[in-house]
């Protein structure tokens, strides 16, 4: 078993693409609409297209917008990502303008920073060394 698939809640689609895509460097993968305006909507790593994809899933349920504020209001990131350096991460992603909650904090062997992905959620970077 592997893992295919993961979502995460936005409030803008397209908003969200260029967020994940222009800033963070994913690739947009899928894109079939589902009417109303919705879409499928994937992207996934440059360095692994055929890897896990990340799902830009509409923030329309009305359980999202509470389980999304409870997570933002306690500083608890919905989902990580692997970075090589998360200082330079962090270096990079600043310099974008991308707001960071969490600066880079060194615990042990693991190296963490989270920051708002712009579209409703927190987002932690994490290095294992």
């Not at 712009?118 to 970077?125: P, V, W």
């Amino acid at each position: 078993m592997k893992i295919y698939l993961a979502s995460i809640f936005v409030d803008d689609q397209n908003k969200a693409l260029r967020f994940y895509t222009d800033v963070l460097g994913f690739v947009k993968k899928t894109e079939v609409p589902l009417g109303g305006g919705a879409l499928w909507l994937t992207v996934v790593s440059p360095d692994n297209p055929g890897g896990a994809e990340l799902l830009l899933e509409p923030a329309g349920h009305p359980a999202v917008g509470p389980y999304r504020e409870a997570l933002v209001n306690d500083g608890i990131p919905l989902t990580q990502f692997a970075v090589d350096d998360v200082h330079a991460e962090f270096k990079r992603l600043s310099e974008l303008g991308v707001r960071f909650t969490q600066e880079p904090m060194e615990m042990g062997p693991v190296t963490t920073a989270v920051f708002d992905d712009t579209c409703g959620n927190l987002i932690q970077i994490v290095h294992h060394a």
